[in-house]
């Protein structure tokens, strides 16, 4: 049986969808980020040179790729918005980036937090920490021009523009250790292996998988009171048995 | 040309045009860019003259000595090829240690850096400390085989001939 994809493109019929989804996104975010740490916290043994301070990297390294992988989604979308003229497709896009903006601030606060006692300095302008500031700049950037414009079809345009030109800067911090020396230190999970412990990549991936789950429940959930918002004056809206009552 | 096919064209195009750009201005700063200068970058005189500047490499093995004060450290930073002695004065990161990256940022008089600031580089490497203990066990073996083959090689070449 064929799916006919392009019905759910239509905000109507999304927004059953999305919130018949959210609770199983949730529920599964929420499982995985209780095995994720207690395999971090219990099982994964120390590490060799840094003792306990690595295990920070169980939230660090997910929220660090989230950032990135959420950025290219949501630039994804916008372009999909821009050239489609799709509405859905701009409506994502706007409720992906608080949740890219909060993995980049929890992606630098944890490596301060790590990098003081390690390294011995909280905040060093290396490439791969300057490119990822400015990767939370463009976060804050796109929100912030789309609430500037009080029409939201301009607004989507505008923002999507933004937020097409600023995904030249992912690579850009995938790559700046390996381009320029860094005080950060090179990829440890790399596609020809990885130099790490294998409870440590367990740990490590089922953390990843839990942000990945949560980003996608937070998004729906967003999305739908966008949706709510921008379609307010509709017809199916003041039939929707929530907003009938 | 359809008007979406237009817009998918126009966005393209922006973007191969700010990559382009963006790469170029990279290209233009490559050096700047880099965090810190090699020992041998410091020998063949690529260095800011008379400013503080970044050094980075390897704590030399058995070069870390402490003085009486109990504060001030003499170590020395080596890519391998090059080396430069390093005083500083003041508290070591906790991965500061013997053969691990450091990143020592002062100004270089008579050939020895006056450090400033000292920071700890780590690699990327996570293991247990059993795991660790291992390796270099096997590190010393392999070392050892190798001390051993030299004075076994003047014998075994003449019979290979």
New interface residues.
């Given amino acids: 049986m064929a799916i006919n994809w392009f019905k759910y493109s239509a905000p109507t019929t999304f927004y059953g969808l999305a919130g018949k989804m959210i609770p199983w996104f949730a529920f599964s975010a929420a499982i995985l980020f209780a095995v994720g740490l207690y395999i971090g916290f219990f099982i994964a043994?120390?590490?060799?040179?840094?003792g306990e301070?690595?295990r920070i990297?169980f939230i660090h390294v997910p929220a660090s790729m989230m950032s990135m992988f959420l950025y290219m989604v949501m630039a994804g979308y916008a372009?999909l918005g821009?050239?489609?003229?799709t509405r859905l497709s701009a409506m994502m896009a706007s409720a992906i980036a608080p949740t890219g903006a909060l993995f980049t601030v929890v992606s630098l606060w944890t490596g301060a937090l790590w990098g003081k006692?390690?390294?011995?300095?909280w905040w060093?302008w290396?490439?791969r920490m300057t490119s990822e500031l400015i990767l939370l700049f463009l976060y804050l950037g796109f929100i912030a021009l789309h609430a500037s414009i009080d029409e939201p079809r301009r607004a989507d345009r505008a923002a999507a523009?933004l937020a097409?030109?600023g995904?030249?800067n992912v690579p850009?911090i995938y790559f700046s250790v390996k381009?320029?020396?860094?005080?950060h230190?090179?990829?440890?999970i790399k596609f020809s292996g990885t130099?790490?412990?294998i409870a440590?990549q367990q740990a490590m991936f089922t953390m990843l998988a839990a942000c990945w789950l949560y980003a996608i429940a937070v998004a729906l959930a967003r999305v739908r009171s966008i949706i709510l918002e921008r379609e307010r004056n509709t017809v199916w809206i003041a039939e929707l048995p929530e907003v009938k009552q | 040309m359809k008007p979406?096919q237009k817009?998918?064209v126009f966005?393209a195009v922006?973007?191969v045009g700010?990559?382009l750009a963006?790469g170029l201005v990279?290209y233009a700063l490559?050096g700047n860019?880099?965090?810190?200068f090699?020992p041998t970058q410091v020998f063949n005189n690529e260095v800011p003259k008379g400013r503080s500047f970044r050094i980075?490499g390897l704590v030399e093995e058995g070069s870390v000595k402490r003085e009486k004060d109990g504060l001030t450290v003499n170590f020395v930073i080596t890519d391998t090829h090059k080396s430069i002695p390093v005083v500083y004065k003041g508290?070591?990161?906790?991965?500061?240690?013997e053969g691990?990256g450091v990143?020592a940022q002062g100004t270089v008089e008579n050939g020895v850096m006056r450090a400033e600031?000292?920071?700890?580089?780590?690699?990327?490497?996570?293991?247990?400390?059993?795991?660790?203990?291992a390796l270099k066990k096997a590190k010393a073996a392999n070392t050892a085989d190798a001390a051993a083959i030299p004075s076994n090689a003047p014998v075994v070449v003449p019979v290979a001939k």
């Fill in positions: 043994p120390m590490d060799a040179q840094q301070f690595y990297i372009a821009l050239i489609f003229n006692p390690m390294w011995g300095t060093m290396d490439a523009l097409i030109v995904s030249v850009i381009w320029w020396n860094t005080l230190q090179g990829a440890t130099s790490m412990h440590m | 979406r817009r998918f966005i922006a973007l700010v990559a963006v990279l490559r860019v880099n965090l810190y090699t980075g508290i070591l990161p906790d991965l500061f240690k691990k990143v600031e000292v920071l700890a580089k780590h690699d990327e490497n996570y293991m247990p400390p059993e795991a660790a203990d």
